[in-house]
């Protein structure tokens, strides 16, 4: 009964900014790791952010320095700022979420396009 909404895209110029969020539902439990992945038209699903329930996080080299990974474990909510976009951040995002040994939850997707 895991349920995950997924918010905060839209349309951005170069060098602009953007934060989705991400909040799961489905009991009173924290999820091991949580993050962000894209696809972008023509391209395979690849990740973009990932963040454990410690607070260790790890980013694709193509968005390190630029993209920020954070989580309310509160609110079971996974955040992605992204600063200085660029054209090739272009994709929908999918937010993924996994408890311990346990299969993950995807979520729909939110389409993130970087435009002048």
């Known amino acids: 009964q895991v349920q995950l909404v997924e918010s905060g895209g839209g349309l951005a110029q170069p060098g602009g900014s953007l934060r989705l969020s991400c909040a799961a539902s489905g009991g009173v439990f924290t999820f091991y790791v949580m993050g962000w992945y894209r696809q972008a038209p023509g391209k395979q699903r690849e990740l973009v952010a990932t963040?454990?329930?410690?607070?260790?996080?790890n980013y694709a080299d193509s968005v390190k320095g630029r993209f920020t990974i954070s989580r309310d474990n509160a609110k079971n909510t996974v955040y992605l700022q992204m600063n200085s976009l660029k054209l090739e951040d272009t994709a929908v995002y999918y937010c993924?979420?996994?408890?311990?040994?346990?299969?993950?939850?995807w979520g729909q997707g939110t389409q993130v396009t970087v435009a002048s």
């Open positions: 993924k979420v996994r408890r311990s040994l346990m299969t993950p939850y």
């Open positions: 963040i454990t329930s410690g607070g260790s996080a």
